[in-house]
């Protein structure tokens, strides 16, 4: 039996579209809970972050960090939370705190605007995806900053330096085979 040109494209369609909906169910059945982790960490030699202050300029994400009064301003890209990169540092004893953040621009202040340093805390990531055994996975001691930066990204300073934290939500396993099933073929 001879096989036309169409029907082998057929036949080679659908051996793709069941070869990728059996890899996604392959890569589903050990798929990552959810989870918040440590995307990256960046060490920041001198005294304590005391406050983080976020803001965007055009697709970027930028963080000032603060120390104190008299220390320097650092200015952090977060756009990829993996890789976070120091643009800029400012040294100025006149400068003791922000007041506001647009983009590349900022207010300060020569008054602190953080009043005393708070007591430092304790952060801990938590994991409940076994209800039954929930435990702590990672804990960050003497965190003197915190801050949400997006739905994603947090940040928390301490001695060792600033921590990038990003969230990651399991993708719905039947909702990515109903999707796959739509697209491939065209099912509703």
Excluded at 7 to 29: M, P, V
Excluded at 82 to 108: C, H, M, N, R, Y
Aim: proline content about 6%.
């Amino acid at each position: 039996m001879r096989l036309s040109t169409p029907r082998i494209i057929a036949i080679f369609l659908l051996l793709c579209g069941s070869y990728e909906l059996q890899a996604r169910k392959d890569k589903h059945r050990s798929a990552p809970q959810d989870e918040i982790a440590v995307a990256a960490h960046l060490t920041m030699p001198g005294s304590p972050i005391v406050r983080f202050t976020a803001t965007k300029h055009y697709d970027r994400t930028y963080i000032y960090a603060e120390r104190g009064p008299g220390q320097p301003i650092t200015l952090i890209d977060v756009t990829d939370p993996a890789k976070p990169t120091v643009v800029s540092q400012l040294d100025s004893a006149d400068v003791a705190g922000l007041i506001t953040a647009a983009g590349t621009s900022a207010i300060s202040t020569s008054a602190p605007v953080v009043a005393a340093r708070a007591a430092t805390q304790t952060i801990r990531i938590m994991d409940f995806s076994d209800a039954a055994h929930p435990k702590i996975t990672q804990q960050f001691d003497n965190v003197s900053a915190v801050e949400k930066v997006s739905g994603n990204v947090t940040l928390l300073a301490n001695p060792q330096g600033i921590w990038v934290l990003t969230q990651h939500l399991a993708e719905d396993p039947a909702a990515e085979e109903r999707y796959a099933r739509k697209v491939i073929y065209g099912e509703n």
